[in-house]
């Protein structure tokens, strides 16, 4: 029989008062909705006969619980390569041992916990989609709400600790109140090492944590609070602040064995951003995607080529910010304090690391100062090692995969002075052989991401643009990218760089292959691949053929080749990019739309303050007859969408003329149905006149609003 459905058995146990105490609530408050009292009796009356005479412990699933493996672990010599087989800790001598929990407490002994019976699972599971259907506020919500929050304090561990459970609790911590969630939080106090080591119950830690920013600074509730078997007072109740410095406090005690741990690492560096007021995309996106006990630090590109494709970009993290009391950064101080003493583990150990590396964003955005002791002791260590034969010691570290990663987040916390200092100390002179290297190209990739001086850029320029081709014909084209985004945020060399370019992908000269730049850039192919030449080494490159290269389909856009265009675009002078746009086909120019990854590069066109709007509309004209095609794709639509909104009233005409024609196929389809009722094409087809005016006082209001942001 399928577990959890209704008619099973009762509401858990050990809540028969609390059930008792409902019903009471029901037939004192008489104007109380119908909805709610549909649930709470439906609840009550699924109980089976049966179940009805089981004893509090049968009824709420606390049996004994089956043995179960621990949190699986990293072996010795696998992905870690550190420490004892499935210790997920640093190696023996570099780490305090363990602490015992605070205030004489004992571990629980594991197969005495309690486990979530199908009952109580099919009850929460029911209460939950219950609180989803109901209205967003009033007091119908408010009390369900609470009294399921209620049921959830008796059963914390349990359902922290079940996979299914877990889960569950997460989302009813989301529609929380103060109070409640304080209660839950403190239920599972008491086991915290437990459930922040357990691979389900790090998720509900997080999820508690990631209320801070709704719940902080909320005011304490005026509410009657009832007494339940006289067992608990509510005075005693700590407040949301105490409870995240009581958990700090409890992390810092034993802050190695907690940074150390396959999933302990979690929490650590979820409380290191609560503390600062800081979440990070990166972060907040991994709690929110997956439920795997270890997960990369960066965000996920997907990148098309072979070497590159387990490393990717950390420079798309966009924090988001929240005041946080001044204790909270006290209390950040002294977690920061602890990877000074054991900065060796930390830079070393790869899940430890992890923690270093948040911990060094969230202290640039919000103490700066003690960010800049951090790196400093970083650099200093790692400069204390024994030297390479080749160079600084630093370079042994830049080659090391867990050390890197450490070393790109350093790089990109830096001031200029101290990337000024690192280059001259560290890394001139090495450019070149960082950026063959399979690993050390990433951190060279950062270093070209956080240089914001010409003063800087200038030197590195100058000793990696002699390599820029033999870079790619390594498959790290990612330090090639790097180099231009460099030029084109500190505004020099650019021109230098586009030559380059065209020379690196054969495309140079003669000059009439230099039209053709854009679809070799894209696919990032030299000119004889993308068109498959046979040319001798030496011999005289061939004119470029126009009707061979109409005659070719767009090959596949790649996620870099996507960034190169865009920097490009965002030049000084993008005219070569443009008049090589404006030379691709209709069919080339609608697959580079529909590219998930080139739909991009038309969308710099549309918003790049380099282009002129003359320009946009000489390499958009080429997508006439193809607006269909381009509204029935996924990511066509939202080019569509996008040069639909900066056309002006004429332009527009043509685009909803040219979807008119085939408005029922339109219609049909997922994305056109959403392009056509964007373009308002129904009234257009019937009442033309109405549909001008109404474009007409959009346009006008856009003009205005275009005005004041202007000023």
């Known amino acids: 029989m399928e577990a959890g459905r209704s008619g ?3 509401p858990p146990a050990g809540s028969s008062g609390r059930w008792t105490m409902t019903r009471t609530l029901r037939s004192e408050r008489a104007g109380f909705s119908k ?7 439906a609840w009550w009356q699924e109980a089976s006969p049966a179940s009805k005479g089981a004893g509090p412990g049968a009824l709420m699933g606390l049996g004994p619980r089956s043995p179960h493996k621990a949190g699986r672990r990293f072996p010795a010599g696998g992905k870690r390569g550190r420490g004892a087989k499935g210790s997920g800790r640093p190696p023996p001598g570099r780490r305090r041992p363990p602490c015992p929990p605070p205030d004489g407490r004992s571990e629980p002994a594991r197969d005495a916990l309690p486990h979530l019976s199908p009952e109580a699972l099919g009850y929460f599971r029911r209460a939950l989609s219950a609180l989803k259907d109901a209205p967003e506020t009033g007091e119908e919500r408010e009390l369900m709400v609470h009294n399921v929050l209620k049921e959830v304090e008796a059963q914390a561990l349990a359902l922290a600790t079940n996979r299914t459970g877990s889960e569950m609790l997460q989302e009813l911590l989301g529609f929380s109140p103060l109070k409640p969630l304080c209660r839950v939080w403190a239920a599972l106090r008491s086991n915290l090492r437990f459930v922040a080591c357990h691979r389900c119950g790090v998720h509900v830690l997080q999820s508690a944590l990631l209320q801070l920013p709704r719940l902080l600074g909320t005011p304490a509730e005026e509410e009657e609070e009832e007494e339940e078997d006289g067992d608990r007072k509510d005075g005693s109740l700590e407040t949301l602040e105490e409870l995240v410095l009581g958990l700090a406090a409890e992390v810092c005690d034993d802050f190695l064995f907690y ?8 929490v ?6 609560v503390l600062g007021g800081t979440l990070l995309e990166s972060e907040r996106a991994r709690h929110r995607g997956s439920q795997s006990p270890v997960c990369d630090l960066t965000p996920a590109h997907v990148l098309d080529l072979p070497s590159e494709a387990q490393r990717a970009p950390t420079r798309d993290c966009k924090p988001t910010d929240f005041e946080v009391p001044e204790t909270f950064l006290n209390c950040l101080r002294d977690l920061s304090s602890c990877f000074l003493k054991d900065i060796a583990v930390f830079i070393t150990d790869k899940i430890s690391s992890f923690c270093l590396q948040v911990g060094l964003q969230v202290l640039h955005r919000k103490l700066p100062q003690l960010c800049a002791h951090l790196c400093n002791a970083v650099i200093g260590y790692l400069s204390s090692r024994n030297s390479s034969a080749d160079g600084s010691p630093l370079l042994l570290f830049l080659r090391d995969q867990t050390s890197s990663r450490l070393l790109e987040q350093v790089l990109l916390v830096s001031d200029p002075p101290r990337l000024q200092s690192l280059f001259e100390d560290h890394f001139q002179g090495q450019l070149q052989t960082l950026a063959a290297h399979p690993i050390a190209n990433f951190p060279l990739q950062r270093f070209l991401d956080a240089v914001t001086t010409p003063e800087l850029l200038s030197p590195m ?5 002699p390599a820029l081709e033999a870079v790619l014909a390594q498959g790290h084209p990612g330090v090639v990218v790097a180099l231009v985004g460099a030029c084109r945020r500190v505004g020099t060399h650019q021109a230098q760089v586009l030559q380059l370019l065209l020379e690196a992908f054969h495309c140079a000269e003669p000059s009439s292959r230099q039209v053709s730049c854009v679809p070799l850039f894209a696919t990032l192919m030299a000119y004889e691949v993308y068109y498959g030449l046979m040319e001798d080494e030496g011999a005289v490159p061939a004119e470029h053929q126009v009707e061979m290269a109409t005659a070719r389909a767009l090959g596949e856009v790649t996620v870099l080749g996507s960034l190169l265009l865009q920097h490009l675009l965002h030049f000084s002078t993008p005219d070569l990019i443009l008049r090589s746009l404006g030379a691709l086909t209709g069919p080339q120019l609608l697959s580079l739309a529909q590219s998930p990854a080139g739909s991009h590069v038309l969308d710099t066109v549309l918003s790049s303050p380099s282009v002129t709007r003359k320009q946009r509309r000489r390499v ?3 997508l006439k007859g193809q607006y269909v095609a381009l509204a029935c794709s996924r990511h066509g639509s939202r080019v569509l969408d996008a040069i639909w909104s900066g056309a002006a009233l004429g332009a527009r005409k043509e685009i909803a003329a040219e979807l008119g024609e085939r408005n029922e196929e339109l219609l049909r389809d997922p994305f056109g149905h959403h392009v056509a009722r964007n373009v308002a094409l129904t009234t257009f087809l019937k009442r033309q006149k109405a549909w001008e005016q109404q474009q007409g006082a959009v346009a006008k209001r856009r003009r205005a609003l ?3 942001l202007e000023d």
């Open 268 to 273: 650590v560096r979820t409380l290191l951003q």
């Open 620 to 622: 958009l004209k080429t």
């Open 461 to 465: 320029f100058r000793e990696l643009s």
């Open 259 to 266: 940074c150390g741990d396959t999933h302990g690492t979690f």
């Open 8 to 10: 099973d058995t009762p």
């Open 35 to 41: 909805l709610c009292r549909g649930l709470a009796h």
């Open 706 to 708: 275009n005005s004041i």
